[in-house]
T-cell receptor
Framework: DAGITQSPRYKITETGRQVTLMCHQT?????MFWYRQDLGHGLRLIYYSAAADITDKGEVPDGYVVSRSKTENFPLTLESATRSQTSVYFC???????????FGQGTRLTVV | DAKTTQPTSMDCAEGRAANLPCNHS???????VYWYRQIHSQGPQYIIH???NNETNEMASLIITEDRKSSTLILPHATLRDTAVYYC?????????????FGKGTRLHILP
C-alpha cells in the first residue's frame, strides 16, 4: 500500500533493552522525521533526514540513534531504553522543502 | 524552540466559524506558515500553508497579516469532528531540508 507506515504499533520493552522502531514510506520522499509525543504534550523532533545517509539531530536526540541506508526506510533505535522514553513515536515524510508532510499512525512504546 | 505562539485552548459552537490565531513575530521573509491538526492520538494532519497571500482550500482558509507577524486559521463551519489540537508552524527550510518544529498548539473544542 502506498503511504507511510510504522511498525510495530504497540511495543512493551524492559529498561535497558535495545528496541528499534521502523518507518517505511513508498513515495521515495527525500525527507523523513522522527518525533515523540508524551502524554498531554506536543510533538518534539528527535532526528530528521534529508536523504539517504544524511541525518541530523532535532530537539531531543539523546538516547536515540537513527540510520538511513535506503531512502524509503528510517529506523529509530533506542540503544538502552529508559522509562523516560515511554511515549508515542511518530514518523513523518515530505518530498520537498516547504511541502506537505505526511505522518504515520504512531508507535506507542512503553518501557517498564 | 517553536517560533509561534498560540492560545492554549478555544471553544467554538458547532456550525459557526472557528478562528484560530497564531503569532509568529520573528518570521523571516522566506519562511512559510503551516497549519496541522491532531485528532485524539492520531498522526498530525496537514490543513493548509501560505507565505504571504491568503490561502483557501476545501478544509480551511488562512489569513496572513501584511507584516506576516501573525495569521489566523479559519474553519468556516465547524463540526464536532473538528475537535482537535491545532498546530501553527513556521517552516525553516534550506538545502538541508527543514526541521518541522511543533509548538504546544491550540486545543479546539467544538460545542454542540
Amino acid at each position: 500500500d502506498a503511504g507511510i507506515t510504522q511498525s510495530p504499533r504497540y511495543k512493551i520493552t524492559e529498561t535497558g533493552r535495545q528496541v528499534t522502531l521502523m518507518c517505511h514510506q513508498t513515495w521515495s520522499h527525500s525527507y523523513m522525521f522522527w518525533y515523540r509525543q508524551d502524554l498531554g504534550h506536543g510533538l518534539r523532533l528527535i532526528y530528521y533526514s534529508a536523504a539517504a545517509d544524511i541525518t541530523d539531530k532535532g530537539e531531543v536526540p539523546d538516547g536515540y540513534v537513527v540510520s538511513r541506508s535506503k531512502t524509503e526506510n528510517f529506523p529509530l533505535t533506542l540503544e538502552s531504553a529508559t522509562r523516560s522514553q515511554t511515549s508515542v513515536y511518530f514518523c513523518a515524510t515530505t518530498g520537498q522543502v516547504n511541502t506537505e508532510a505526511f505522518f504515520g499512525q504512531g508507535t506507542r512504546l512503553t518501557v517498564v | 524552540d517553536a517560533k509561534t505562539t498560540q492560545p492554549t485552548s478555544m471553544d467554538c459552537a458547532e456550525g459557526r466559524a472557528a478562528n484560530l490565531p497564531c503569532n509568529h513575530s520573528t518570521i523571516s521573509g522566506n519562511e512559510y506558515v503551516y497549519w496541522y491538526r491532531q485528532i485524539h492520538s492520531q498522526g498530525p494532519q496537514y490543513i493548509i500553508h501560505g507565505l504571504k497571500n491568503n490561502e483557501t482550500n476545501e478544509m480551511a482558509s488562512l489569513i496572513i497579516t501584511e507584516d506576516r507577524k501573525s495569521s489566523t486559521l479559519i474553519l468556516p463551519h465547524a463540526t464536532l469532528r473538528d475537535t482537535a489540537v491545532y498546530y501553527c508552524i513556521v517552516r525553516v527550510g534550506g538545502w538541508w531540508g527543514d526541521k518541522i518544529i511543533f509548538g504546544k498548539g491550540t486545543r479546539l473544542h467544538i460545542l454542540p
